[in-house]
Nanobody, 125 residues
């Protein structure tokens, strides 16, 4: 059974940095895509970033481009989201997700097969 467990959330001041981790288990993820999404209170879940577990092109949501960086350690089955220059509007629950295959659809929550439980990020002004 696939499990995704996020960690690294917390409270940070505006302008600060945090790194989220996503520990994946339950299968070999070489043909999967890893995605990060976030959901603020009263809003829809929003695409943040994505990359294939095997490496390659990274994709980012417009609101985080240039500030966030997605990466993964294939040997550890762990993905990361480095978040810099955080803003109060980045406050949300952040979710790690896994998608089977290399679908061209990577921004849509419906395209992902597995989800973590989420971790809260709060950015104070």
């Amino acid at each position: 059974q696939v499990q995704l467990v996020e960690s690294g959330g917390g409270l940070v001041q505006a302008g600060g940095s945090l790194r989220l981790s996503c520990a994946a288990s339950g299968r070999t993820f070489s043909s999967y895509r890893m995605g990060w999404f976030r959901q603020a209170p009263g809003k829809e879940r929003e695409f943040v970033a994505a990359v294939m577990w095997s490496g390659g092109t990274t994709y980012y949501g417009d609101s985080v481009k240039g500030r966030f960086a997605i990466s993964r350690d294939y040997t550890k089955n762990t993905g990361y989201l480095q978040m810099n220059s955080l803003k109060p509007e980045d406050t949300a629950v952040y979710y790690c997700a896994a998608q089977r295959g290399r679908s061209g659809v990577y921004r849509d929550t419906q395209a992902y097969d597995y989800w973590g439980q989420g971790t809260q990020i709060t950015v104070s002004s």
